[in-house]
């Protein structure tokens, strides 16, 4: 039987893409997808900081997973994991701790080496709807705001990852994606003027 998987994400639109992105990842390699309730053999919570509360939320969530399965793995990754790497890992329902940095290296630091095609994975369960992160970070560092340390500087996904990341969802069964980013009307700044002509 092949080892189940969860991977819930708290907050914004972004910790939806790349969880769902992460649920791909783990289907091609094999997993199959359970409920957090069922007590998965791996738990996976994206979570969001930006406030106390929502702090408060990953723990309670975290904690649930471990209840749900005493002998499951349990991760915490996103932006409270990365502002508050140790607070977390000092929760004993917690086996791992993954910033941001790393974590769509999840599969990679589990010691999955190796996925099948984007056509080996199903589509996850009742999903007809993908959304794929295009652009993350923020390079204006407001004061009041929590984003930049938590997400970096501003960094844009290139058109041609971009558009591979579509094949990708189409050949799964997604019939409709979503584009998402921390400030989208920021994509591509980065990478200079676009040539004249083109926008």
Known sequence: MSPTIAIQ???????????????LRFLQAGY?????????DVYVLNTCTVTHVADRKARQALRRARRA????????????????????????????????????RLPQILGIDSYGSAGDAPRPAGRTRSMIKI???????????????????????????????????????????????????SYGHEFGPAPRGRT
């Open 32 to 40: 199959t997808e359970a409920p957090p309730q069922s007590g998965p």
């Open 9 to 23: 994400a708290h907050g914004c639109k972004l910790n939806q893409a790349e969880a769902e992105a992460l649920t």
């Open 69 to 104: 399965n005493p002998d499951g793995l349990v991760v915490a990754t996103g932006c409270y994991a990365h502002r508050a790497t140790l607070e977390l890992a000092e929760m004993p329902e917690v086996s791992l701790v993954v910033d941001n940095v790393d974590k769509m």
């Open 135 to 185: 652009q993350e970070g923020c390079d204006q560092v407001c004061a009041y705001c929590i984003v930049p340390k938590t997400r970096g500087r501003q960094r844009s996904l290139l058109i041609k990852e971009l558009l591979a990341d579509v094949a990708q969802r189409v050949a799964v069964g997604y019939r409709e994606v979503v584009l998402t980013g921390t400030q989208l009307g």
